[in-house]
């Protein structure tokens, strides 16, 4: 599979989850999400646009926190117009964004972002209900 999102390249970190030990790389994961993510959980402001052809789109947070639970590590987030959040991970000095190919060929700032938290993003219930359910989804994946 051709990769394009960002941080592709150097995305070799390993599981620390016990019980995703299967998924042995961020390009791994991001090949069971393309199956998985939809317009159902893409952000609610972003389902009238969702495609096929753009599956990242609306899909970051949800996302960025899933791959937290497999590989560990941090999210952080660009600030966006509007005030809104983009979410990416960093893993000790690997840096990936799974979503970043949404924004087709704008570049994307990955450096001095501000951490996030789920309990933040998850205080809005519409965003832990589409993580829950991506979660669940992917735990439905043959081992």
């Known amino acids: 599979?051709?990769?394009?999102?960002?941080?592709?390249?150097?995305?070799?970190?390993?599981p620390t989850a016990r019980e995703y030990?299967?998924?042995e790389t961020p390009r791994a994961l991001y090949d069971l999400l393309s199956g998985i993510w939809c317009r159902s959980t893409c952000a609610p402001r972003m389902q009238q646009e969702w495609t096929?052809?753009?599956?990242?789109?609306g899909q970051c947070s949800i996302t960025a926190f899933l791959a937290q639970d497999i590989?560990?590590?941090?999210?952080?987030?660009?600030?966006?117009p509007g005030g809104?959040?983009?979410?990416?991970?960093?893993?000790?000095?690997?840096?990936?964004?799974?979503?970043?190919?949404?924004?087709?060929d704008e570049?994307?700032?990955?450096g001095d972002n501000p951490e996030q938290f789920r309990?933040?993003?998850?205080?809005?219930?519409?965003?832990?209900?589409?993580?829950?359910?991506?979660?669940?989804?992917?735990?439905k994946r043959e081992k």
Do not use: P
């Open 71 to 80: 590989f560990g590590g941090k999210v952080y987030g660009i600030l966006r």
């Open 119 to 139: 309990e933040v993003h998850f205080a809005k219930e519409e965003k832990r209900l589409r993580y829950e359910y991506l979660k669940r989804e992917l735990e």
């Open 84 to 104: 809104n959040y983009h979410c990416y991970n960093v893993v000790g000095d690997c840096k990936f964004d799974l979503t970043s190919e949404q924004f087709g």
């Open 1 to 14: 599979m051709e990769y394009k999102f960002y941080g592709w390249e150097q995305a070799d970190v390993s």
């Open 52 to 57: 096929e052809e753009n599956k990242t789109l």
């Open 21 to 23: 030990m299967d998924i």
């Open 107 to 110: 570049v994307l700032d990955y």
